[in-house]
């Protein structure tokens, strides 16, 4: 057990090292940033909303920093629509920072994170169940719809346009800056990344080159969810440093054994299990707002 | 005659409370607190709170009341509302102030000890601290948003009740001894507030108050958990940015030892 300085609660460690290392373990096995799990699991464990946010946040800057070292080697990141995807990223999170302290204060937070995640946690459930059973059906994956992906979108026609060396692009400035503005207000208020939304729309929407979506896509999250920790620990205070370094220490060893693993297991039945997984923590989401609470009163705004 | 007592008890419960310690009564009731400074650290999974004292009275006439008060900070209460078929939180009251934990021990039940109006005089009852600082939304009843406050509170173990001796395998509870020494032990759980606590001892003797005294007692971080609250409060830029550092470092690390392997 220790006690969490800024939580203001004994939590156990090895509890919290086993969580966060299998987050890391899923992360490092699908190859996601796992942020979208690890902030409810910290919730279902007890920690407040606001800190399991805030905290979840620094946890992925680290998890996306070892994965930006790795791509950078690879010469796999376009810095130049990392550069565009971050400033939009960077307005997104201050506003996002914002509308979560304003929640906080009036007591709505919470209802907002449940709603977000039941959303969220139901749709790529949905997606991944859907993907494994096509592939155990014996059917193709979507992997060739990527090949058939339009030649041109909107992102072709808006004005503003730029180019793009490495991705072989030349789009407007408008799409990137929109979408970085997005994944930036959900990752402030949901602490999660953002890249499970950010590569497919990268690749469908940009047109950008699959090889270079992962590395940009993981340098927007590493900018973005800097941004969130200290705009979190300047506006709310809800970052807590101890129980961080738990989940990063946790995710990290984690992660490394799922890459591992991950290389001698079928896809399709380790994205099938984590969308069953998901699927039922969704389910749990939507039961605890729908049935009729015994409590019918709550103890409301963390800020007063 | 009910419509009356209903009315007086509203009044009672709208009324603003008095003034904490007694005006009219000695504050000379021999009573000590065996730790008056509580030190949080990363080990720390709450303590208990040992209050110790003696009746003057020879023959050990007359009843004990501790009360172990927190800080009063402003609440907030919410109602849920059903809205499309989901459970929201609706129709908040504010609280001005109410006690952030409260725990009150006594010899035998406080109702037989003092009348409704003394508890509530001197805030021997959370409720009583507890003061309505907004209107109450249509349809809303006052009284069962200061009672959700109380009960929602007593969940949390932030707000006790012992009557009498300490059960078996529980430590909370109130102990008279032979020749007027009486020890009360509260438990502090580890969720209640890091703040300033008040330990008030009360002597009553046939439901009048004789003499009370009260003790400070001090619950704050030490050390480790102290540097880091400090840091997160006063310099919070700083400390996000360290945060930050710390983050990139794990990165970093994992990074370079997953490329040994």
Redesign the interface.
């Known amino acids: ?3 969490l ?2 939580a ?3 939590v156990n460690v090895l509890l919290v090292l086993l969580v966060s290392g299998c987050v890391g373990f899923v992360s490092g096995l699908v190859g996601v940033g796992g942020g979208f799990i690890m902030t409810p699991a910290l919730i279902f464990l007890g920690v407040p909303a606001p800190v399991a946010v805030a905290t979840g946040a ?2 992925i ?10 791509q950078t080697r690879r010469k796999s990141v376009d810095w130049r629509m990392g550069l565009l995807l971050s400033i939009g990223g960077v307005i997104g999170s201050v506003g996002g920072v914002a509308l979560f302290e304003r929640l906080l204060r ?3 937070l ?2 907002i994170i449940s ?1 977000l995640y039941l959303v969220l946690l139901a749709g790529v459930g949905v997606l991944m169940l859907r993907e494994s059973y096509h592939v155990w059906r014996g059917r193709t994956a979507k992997s060739v719809s990527i090949l058939r992906r339009p030649l041109r979108t909107v992102a072709h026609s808006l004005p503003f346009r730029l180019r793009f060396p490495r991705s072989g692009l030349y789009v407007s400035v408008v799409p990137p800056l929109a979408l970085g503005f997005g994944i930036g207000a959900l990752a402030a208020i949901m602490g999660v990344g953002g890249g499970f939304i950010l590569v497919p729309a990268m690749i469908y929407l940009l047109r950008m080159p699959t090889n270079v979506v992962i590395g940009t896509s993981l340098f927007q999250v590493l900018i973005v969810t ?1 941004l969130i ?6 506006a709310t ?1 809800t ?1 807590d ?2 129980l ?2 738990l989940l ?2 946790g995710g ?1 060893v984690g ?2 054994i799922g ?1 591992r693993l991950g290389a001698g297991m079928k896809s399709e039945h380790i994205r099938g299990m984590l969308g069953a997984l998901l699927v039922g923590a969704a389910a749990k989401f939507l039961f605890d ?5 015994a ?7 963390g800020l ?1 | 005659m009910r419509a009356a007592l209903i009315a007086l008890a509203l009044t009672l419960l709208a009324s603003p409370a008095r003034a904490q310690q007694p005006g009219d009564v000695a504050n000379d009731l021999p009573a000590a607190v065996a730790e008056e400074q509580i030190s949080v650290s990363s080990d720390y999974r709450g303590s208990y709170i040992t209050v110790f004292g003696l009746n003057p009275d020879r023959r050990g006439r007359g009843d004990i009341v501790v009360v172990l008060r927190g800080p009063n900070e402003a609440a907030t209460v919410m109602r849920k509302r059903r809205v499309f078929g989901l459970w929201i939180n609706g129709d908040p009251v504010r609280f001005s102030q109410a006690p952030e934990f409260f725990a009150v021990l006594s010899n035998r039940p406080l109702r037989q000890i003092a009348n409704a109006d003394s508890i509530w005089r001197y805030q021997l009852d959370p409720a009583a601290s507890a003061q309505l600082a907004s209107a109450v939304p249509a349809g809303g009843d006052p009284s069962a948003y200061r009672a959700a406050l109380v009960r929602l509170r007593r969940e949390q173990g932030l707000y006790q009740w012992y009557s009498g001796r300490a059960r078996e395998n529980e430590r909370g509870g109130l102990t008279l001894y032979q020749g007027g020494l009486f020890r009360a032990v509260v438990r502090l759980p580890a969720n209640a507030p890091i703040a300033q606590y008040h330990a008030d001892t009360y002597l009553f003797r046939d439901g009048r108050l004789i003499s009370s005294q009260r003790i400070p007692v001090t619950v704050s971080r030490v050390g480790f958990e102290r540097t880091i609250h400090d840091l997160a409060t006063n310099v919070s830029w700083f400390y996000g940015i360290v945060t930050v550092l710390l983050a990139l470092l794990a990165g970093w690390g994992a990074s370079v030892l997953f490329r040994r392997s």
């Open positions: 057990m220790i006690y300085p800024i203001e609660m004994p620094s946890q800057a680290a998890t996306s920093f070892s994965g930006i070292m790795t009036i007591g709505q919470d209802l709603l800097s920790v200290i705009l979190q620990s300047a205070q970052v440093l101890v961080a370094a990063m220490l990290v992660a490394q890459a707002l729908v049935i009729t609470p409590e019918t009163y709550v103890l409301g705004g007063g």
